[in-house]
């Protein structure tokens, strides 16, 4: 195996499944619920704003009484670890809105689709930590205005700091992919943008995701098991 410096790592919402937080494509997903267009896009917001408010709500509360799982805590270690050796860059892009991967001690990590535990303001665009609900309209902190809506990247909008993404992409020798459908872009994209700078591609995922066949190599099972021995692997080498 190539020696490996630079680790890019995507996770998605099968690593923190088993911290309890419900997937958003499976049959019991959060989609079966609560429908795309109506939740998580710009129009459903201006629509039923109420609505949109209520499901975030809800979501920063299943956030809050969430713990990490060995999954996250294994990603934690690698991050430390990594950065004590000196070997290299790694980056933990993840896709979720939960902040599992900082709680369990991981300091490298990107959240590409926003952050349940942040509100935006619309009126001044200033960000604030959020813990509270949005649902009764508070005013934002900094300019007073009632314009708060949750600081997550709808169907349609930009996500978050897609210029260092692909840089750490560009430079990685590895690229692994935890967790996620692969259904979504710009991120099912970022194996092909990867494998095209000459990185290695792994994906970890409970079953094959819809990019499967861009992956050099797969590996399925829970999040909590692959990611530690795939961890141990890496610190091995
Ligand atoms: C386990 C497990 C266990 C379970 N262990 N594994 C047509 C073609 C191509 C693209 C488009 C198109 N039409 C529109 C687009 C673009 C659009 C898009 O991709 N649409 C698709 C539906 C086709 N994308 C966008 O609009 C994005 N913006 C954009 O593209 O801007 C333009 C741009 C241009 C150029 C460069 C860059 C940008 C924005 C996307 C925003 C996504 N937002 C959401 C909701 C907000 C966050 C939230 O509410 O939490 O983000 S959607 C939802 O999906 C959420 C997730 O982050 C995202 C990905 O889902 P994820 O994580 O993959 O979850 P699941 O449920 O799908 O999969 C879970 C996986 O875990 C499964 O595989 C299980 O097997 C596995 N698993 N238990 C291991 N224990």
């Known amino acids: 195996m190539a020696e490996i410096r630079n680790i890019a790592i995507l996770t998605g919402a099968g690593i923190s499944a088993e911290s309890g937080l419900r997937t958003f494509r499976a049959e019991d997903g959060l989609w079966e619920d ?8 710009p129009q459903g917001f201006r629509r039923d704003p109420d609505l949109v408010q209520r499901f975030y709500d809800a ?3 299943n956030v809050l009484a969430a713990q990490p799982n060995a999954a996250h805590a294994a990603l934690a270690r690698l991050d430390a670890e990594w950065a004590k050796t000196e070997r ?3 980056l933990i892009v993840t896709q979720n809105i939960d902040d ?3 709680r369990a001690g991981a300091s490298r990590v990107l959240h590409m ?3 349940a535990l942040s509100a935006w303001c619309t009126a001044c665009d200033a960000r604030h930590p959020w813990a ?7 005013p934002c902190p900094a300019c007073g205005a009632a314009a708060l809506r949750p600081d997550i990247v709808w169907f349609g909008e930009m996500p978050y700091q897609m210029e260092r993404i692909f840089a750490a992409l560009a430079r990685a020798d590895l690229f692994v992919s935890i967790g996620t459908s692969g259904a ?4 099912a994209g970022f194996v092909q943008q990867a494998a095209s700078h000459g990185a290695r591609t792994l994906e970890l995922n409970l ?3 819809q990019g499967s066949q861009w992956f050099d190599e797969s590996r399925l099972g829970p999040a909590s098991e692959l990611v530690p021995a795939w961890v141990e692997e890496v610190l091995e080498t």
């Open 207 to 209: 079953e094959r995701s």
């Open 113 to 115: 689709h926003g952050e």
């Open 184 to 187: 979504v872009y710009p991120a």
């Open 132 to 138: 509270g609900t949005l649902r009764d309209g508070p």
């Open 88 to 90: 290299g860059e790694l």
């Open 59 to 61: 979501r920063r509360e």
């Open 100 to 102: 599992l991967h900082e």
């Open 34 to 41: 609560y429908p795309i267009e109506e939740v998580a896009t």
